[in-house]
Nanobody, 119 residues
């Protein structure tokens, strides 16, 4: 059973920074991709950033240049460094891991963390 444990959310002022972390149990040898998603009140869940097995990354347009996704394979952990935060970044952030288990691609999700950007 794979579990994702998230940390790093909270309250920050506009222009500030947060670093989100998400650690997965077990080996990441079968990791296909990591992702960070967010959902603001009244809006659809959206992809914030994704990093593929080969290291390629993709970002939602509004966070490009401000957010950076990275990983530590030895620790089975993905990070989201968020700089120059804006009030519109306020949302619940979810960690996602796409794993290959028994020849099946499986999605695992963290419980979600509130990130609030406000003065």
């Amino acid at each position: 059973q794979v579990q994702l444990v998230e940390s790093g959310g909270g309250l920050v002022q506009p222009g500030g920074s947060l670093r989100l972390s998400c650690a997965a149990s077990g080996s990441t040898n079968t990791m296909l991709a990591w992702g960070w998603y967010r959902q603001a009140p009244g809006k659809q869940r959206e992809l914030v950033a994704r990093i593929l097995n080969g290291g390629d990354t993709i970002y939602e347009d509004s966070v490009k240049g401000r957010f950076t996704i990275s990983r530590d394979n030895a620790k089975n952990t993905v990070f989201l460094q968020m700089n120059s935060l804006k009030p519109e970044d306020t949302a619940v952030y979810y960690c996602n891991a796409l794993l290959l288990l028994n020849a099946r691609a499986m999605d695992y999700w963290g419980k979600g963390m509130q990130v609030t950007v406000s003065s």
